[in-house]
């Protein structure tokens, strides 16, 4: 078995910019126009006409909606439904749903006059890391660089590396894969809006090829988890595993918990048909069954495993199953307290 080390991130974050427009709408408006809007035209809009909008209707919002500026549904400019400056549904810069940045449902302003709720913006500090387990095409090193927010975060790292956990402010950030000594431009894959709450235990994982070499094979992609807040019972451990294996060989396997020498226990696979990309269900075992048996066939033979020495006990652990560059099986490791292991595949066993 194998040890990696790995650098640290840089405590240097970045803010989120959250923009604001205002305009007149190209659309319906005027004073007196008889038609569409007004103040006083009794068909679509305006301040008294008790059918779509304005201060006294009842029915959307907006203060001075197809009247003063917008000429559509609602809100102050935004022409459509609410907001400000979404332009969509809510808030001031989602464009989503709501919030002035959450993307959910709750914002300043929803799609009446008395809203759902308060946006509530991310405060504290959460704690995140990263593992990189993307092929990346040859020439190039297969060493990629972190970026935040557009701006490099002086982090590189190689297939199978993995930081500790970075404790950051509590926002909304954009992560950037570059290949090694690359700009934001040459961005494979983008973890994006990623919201770190206080306290929050973020992992992300950056899996598959940024060229599939072969039909079958999985594109680049950016995995977020989040980690559970609470600890095993004394005497067990946690686990939760991440098919990261890109070869179409991998699309969808079987994993089991076996013995040493890689024979099967039991009759039911811990995680069954998990697709590359997916997570597996948070799994609470005597630390005795921590042995992962890949199952390609999904036929009960173990293809191959992973034995565990020294056993993991009484904590939380991915379980990152992937292969390196030769197609050789690997499974990293990632614990709670941030350090992560290699471990090489056994041949498989009996089922």
Known sequence: MTIRAHVLLSAATLSLALSACTGDDPKADGEGDG?????????????????????????????????????????????????????????????????????????????????????????????????????????????????????????????????????????????????????????VAQAARVRVDDGAIITLVAAGFVEPPTAGDQPITVVQLRDPLSPPAAGRVQIQTLNGAALATHNIVDLWGTSPDCTRMGTTPLQSGLAFGAVGSLTELDSTALNIGVDLGRDGTIDYCFPMNPTVVDQFVYFFVTVDAAGNPVLYMQFADGTNREVRASAGGPP
């Open 35 to 187: 038609a569409s809007d007004g103040a006083t035209d009794g068909t679509t809009d305006g301040t008294t006409d008790g059918t779509t909008d304005g201060t006294t209707d009842g029915t959307a919002d907006g203060t001075a909606d197809d009247g003063a500026v917008d000429g559509a549904a609602d809100g102050a400019t935004d022409g459509t439904t609410d907001g400000t400056t979404d332009g969509t549904a809510d808030g001031t810069t989602d464009g989503t749903a709501d919030g002035a940045a959450d993307g959910t449902d709750t914002g300043k302003s929803d799609t009446g006059t008395i809203d759902t709720g308060i946006f509530d913006p991310p405060t504290g500090t959460g704690r995140v890391r990263i593992a990189n387990l993307a092929m990346l095409p040859v020439p190039t090193t297969g060493q990629v660089d972190i970026f935040v927010d557009g701006v490099s975060a002086t982090l590189t790292l190689p297939f199978g590396g993995g930081t500790p956990f970075i404790d950051m402010p509590g926002g909304i950030y954009d992560f950037d894969i570059v290949p090694q000594g690359g700009i934001i431009e040459d961005s």
